[in-house]
């Protein structure tokens, strides 16, 4: 059984860019949720996705965004890009919502972002 | 406003038995405690999760206190695998806390 793709691995991006990241959950999945790991703060929730629906969402400005496509596939992205967003952004995938998409979720690899 | 305190380290010889602590004292009655695990340059891993009662899984033991403000990952059998962050994780509402977790090294 695949485990949870995200693309792409590594990014670089410059101040003031967008930047989209990809994620792919296991099959038969439907909760979908992203969360931002820094040294700093730690890991951090973001938002989390379920049947296309945001079912919660964590403390970030509105320049984070996602969404949820109806193959399960939810992509992130981050406008005007600031270089405190450096991080590893990283996606996890449950079959059943808890609206933080908790319980026994699988983490993908992360996608690291960095902005210089 | 961090939710729960777990120790920043700990160390563990090679095939003992290791607990690793976690409070949370603000945790209300219906939110599960979670237990997940980051090996070096991985996503998270999931290790257990329960409610009240203890729990056991292949991996690991999750032993809950009676007043629910703590709890305590149990592995059974350190082995090198083992080395990583352990993060306590209280569902408080719709909210969550990873914490800095506990950074455990296992001594060969």
């Known amino acids: 059984k695949a485990g949870v793709t995200q693309t792409p691995r590594y990014l670089i991006k410059t101040r003031g860019q967008q930047v989209t990241l990809s994620c792919s959950p296991i099959?038969?999945?439907?909760?979908v949720s992203w969360y931002q790991q820094t040294p700093g703060q730690g890991l951090q929730f973001l938002f989390e996705?379920?049947?296309?629906?945001?079912?919660n969402k964590g403390n970030f400005p509105g320049r984070f965004s996602g969404r949820q496509f109806s193959n399960s596939r939810s992509e992130m992205n981050v406008s005007t890009l600031e270089l405190g967003d450096s991080a590893l952004y990283l996606c996890a995938s449950s079959p059943i919502s808890t609206g933080t998409g908790l319980g026994e979720a699988f983490f993908g690899q992360g996608t690291r972002l960095t902005v210089v | 406003d961090a939710k729960t305190t777990q120790p920043n380290s700990m160390e563990s010889n090679e095939e003992e038995p290791v607990h690793l602590p976690c409070n949370h004292s603000?945790?209300?009655?219906?939110?599960?405690i979670h237990w997940y695990r980051q090996l070096p340059s991985q996503g998270p891993e999931y290790v257990i999760h329960g409610l009240t009662s203890n729990v056991n899984n292949r991996m690991a033991s999750l032993a809950i206190a009676e007043d629910r403000k703590s709890s305590t990952l149990i592995l059974h059998r350190a082995t090198l695998r083992d080395a990583a962050v352990y993060y306590c994780?209280?569902?408080?509402?719709?909210?969550?806390?990873f914490g800095t977790g506990t950074s455990l090294t296992v001594i060969p």
């Open positions: 099959s038969g999945h439907r909760s």
């Open positions: 603000t945790i209300s009655g219906t939110d599960y």
């Open positions: 996705y379920f049947s296309e629906t945001q079912r």
């Open positions: 994780i209280p569902r408080t509402g719709n909210q969550f806390y």
